[in-house]
């Protein structure tokens, strides 16, 4: 069955700390990629994605995101993270032909001022 | 464009009951998706909706329903409601294979 694997459950930085939030899915296929984000309180909203073309997507608030087809890997990155960053962060794919969303089970991030 | 609309927002219900849930899609968007959330499991896939039809379900038992209308907005009912069904339920509705979600109806079942 496909999945998807977030590694890190809960982070914790200090401000200006990187941040690299790994994300590892099992299709050998073409899969469309999206990281969310869950601030406090607040709706989820969509981070990035990547379809296709460039593996290194750029998304709001001074994320990235780089896809490595070899390692089945979509890792969040962002260089200098700010205390509003403090959210839950999702992975989700779609794989194939599949039209379920698979999600992965979230990494919640903590940044302290 | 609007965003996702969902209604109500909070419920408390007692075991036994049923409750319905309402979300209305982006404008132009016909796919309408639902998810339960909860701690420590993260997003589960109820079902989705598109054009009307069920397109997509997940494993979740049959007290779990939902529909979607001609105008594309979606109810989702629980029906017998258990102290495990406490959640947030999310509504996202898909436009360019992109999801975009509602803020959700949190339930409390007691």
């Known amino acids: 069955a496909q999945s998807v694997s977030q590694h890190n459950h809960h982070v914790i930085l200090s401000e200006a700390a990187s941040l690299e939030l790994g994300c590892n899915y099992s299709?050998?296929?073409?899969?469309?990629l999206f990281w969310y984000v869950q601030y406090p309180g607040q709706h989820l909203q969509l981070l990035l994605k990547?379809?296709?073309?460039d593996p290194l997507v750029k998304g709001i608030k001074g994320f990235e995101a780089e896809f490595i087809k070899s390692k089945f890997s979509f890792n969040l990155r962002k260089p200098s993270v700010q205390w509003s960053d403090t959210a839950e962060y999702f992975c989700?794919?779609?794989?194939?032909?599949?039209?379920?969303?698979?999600w992965g089970l979230g990494t919640s991030l903590a940044v302290n001022p | 464009k609007a965003g996702v609309t969902q209604t109500p927002r909070y419920l408390i219900k007692t075991r036994g009951q049923q409750v319905t849930l309402s979300c209305s899609p982006i404008?132009?968007?016909?796919?309408v998706s639902w998810y339960q959330q909860t701690p420590g499991q993260g997003l589960q896939f109820l079902f989705e909706?598109?054009?009307?039809?069920?397109?997509n379900k997940g494993n979740f038992p049959g007290r779990f329903s939902g529909r979607q209308f001609s105008n594309s907005r979606s109810e989702m009912n629980v029906s017998t409601l258990e102290l495990g069904d406490s959640a947030l339920y999310l509504c996202?509705?898909?436009?360019?294979?992109?999801?975009?979600f509602g803020p959700g109806t949190r339930l409390l079942v007691l």
């Open positions: 299709y050998g296929g073409t899969v469309n």
């Open positions: 996202a509705s898909s436009g360019q294979e992109t999801q975009y």
């Open positions: 989700a794919v779609y794989a194939g032909n599949n039209r379920k969303l698979i």
């Open positions: 404008s132009g968007h016909r796919s």
């Open positions: 909706y598109f054009s009307e039809t069920q397109r």
């Open positions: 990547y379809f296709s073309g």
